[in-house]
């Protein structure tokens, strides 16, 4: 079976399981929970349609996290899939694994931060998402440990942010501004755009030599991370629909914000 070459020598084992799941709720709670309600109500042409949609998404990560988890503990290294396709298939599969992984995460980064730009910056959003690349890109240089410590910081923003957004929308009048009937395909469309939210739960996988007991950590810390976030996505999406309607959501560019 082929082994992925090493050019450097082992990274230390110096993540324990709260920052593995900082580090991975820092990823999952991102631009997604911000941006995927809006085309995905469209999509799906319900309320109901949209949590469906919204479940299936959840299912589908899921069977995807655990895949992820056993293979990281089976394969304890840094590099995520790359290894993964290296060992178990073929030099090329991790190749285009590899690749496949960074494209996606550059991708989804600059998702984020132009999310950012158009919450807090409106008028500048791309000197924004710049200024906040710069600054991650910054964090990541200063080692494992900070960025972890970054990690926990930034999740726990989010947390108390979508929590704020929460409990004004469940305090707040209900509105019911239906948006038509369900479509099949399109509930299969908006779980598609919700997957993007869940993107993120991999990263915790590529910390395979930067954790501690990585067989038992990595596991736990993906279903930690996975279960919080369908909790969180799920009260977000309940009171988007309660205080917008799904007519309202599907059309509009800012949805937590309008809460």
Request: hydrophobic share 55%; aromatic share 8%; with cysteine.
């Amino acid at each position: 079976m082929p082994t992925p070459p090493r050019a450097q020598p082992p990274l230390q084992r110096r993540l324990g399981l709260p920052s593995a799941i900082a580090i991975g709720l820092a990823s999952m709670l991102g631009a997604g929970v911000f941006t995927v309600w809006a085309p995905a109500a469209r999509a799906a042409g319900s309320g109901p349609g949209l949590l469906a949609a919204l479940a299936i998404a959840a299912f589908i990560a899921y069977c995807n996290a655990r895949s992820s988890a056993r293979l990281a503990a089976l394969h304890p290294q840094s590099g995520g899939a790359y290894v993964y396709g290296t060992v178990r298939l073929h030099p090329a599969a991790g190749f285009a694994a590899g690749w496949g992984f960074l494209v996606g995460k550059t991708a989804s980064g600059a998702a984020m931060a132009l999310t950012l730009g158009a919450y807090l910056l409106p008028g500048h959003p791309r000197a924004l998402a710049a200024a906040a690349v710069v600054a991650f890109c910054a964090v990541n240089l200063l080692g494992v440990k900070r960025t972890a410590l970054a990690s926990a910081v930034f999740a726990g923003i989010t947390v108390a942010v979508l929590a704020i957004v929460v409990a004004a929308g469940l305090t707040g009048p209900v509105a019911a501004r239906p948006l038509g009937d369900t479509h099949p395909w399109g509930v299969l469309t908006a779980a598609g755009f919700v997957f993007f939210a869940f993107a993120g739960y991999a990263r915790i996988a590529t910390l395979g030599e930067e954790v501690s007991r990585p067989e038992k950590t990595i596991p736990r810390a993906v279903a930690i991370t996975l279960g919080a976030t369908v909790l969180v996505y799920a009260a977000v999406a309940v009171t988007a629909l309660s205080v917008l309607g799904a007519g309202t959501l599907a059309e509009s560019t800012a949805p937590l914000a309008d809460l």
